[in-house]
Nanobody
Framework: QVQLVESGGGLVQAGGSLRLSCAASGGTFSAYFMGWFRQAPGKEREFVAGISWSGGGTYYADSVKGRFTISRDNPKNTVYLQMNSLKAEDTAVYYC???????????????WGQGTQVTVSS
């Protein structure tokens, strides 16, 4: 059983930056593909970014490509999401999630954090 805890959310002005962290425990972190998702009010949860076990493969939604960067530190059991050039439409609750293999559909993920709110003011 893997437990995930996100942190780093907050209120930021448009054009600003935030760095989210997701700390994992209870499993072999390096064995999992990690994903970041977000859910805005009234919308479905959507894939934002994903990273392979070694960190050698990274994947992004078109809406964040070039602005967000996912990374991981396996010895620290942590995955990060660096968010730059934030826009009002990035406002959402951000979740990290884990599964054994790469996937973009949130329904395919086995483990979830509780989420962290990101609010971008325009």
């Amino acid at each position: 059983q893997v437990q995930l805890v996100e942190s780093g959310g907050g209120l930021v002005q448009a054009g600003g930056s935030l760095r989210l962290s997701c700390a994992a425990s209870g499993g072999t972190f390096s064995a999992y593909f990690m994903g970041w998702f977000r859910q805005a009010p009234g919308k479905e949860r959507e894939f934002v970014a994903g990273i392979s076990w070694s960190g050698g493969g990274t994947y992004y939604a078109d809406s964040v490509k070039g602005r967000f960067t996912i990374s991981r530190d396996n010895p620290k059991n942590t995955v990060y999401l660096q968010m730059n050039s934030l826009k009002a439409e990035d406002t959402a609750v951000y979740y990290c999630a884990a599964r054994r293999t790469r996937a973009y559909n949130p329904h395919e993920y086995d483990y979830w954090g509780q989420g962290t709110q990101v609010t971008v003011s325009s």
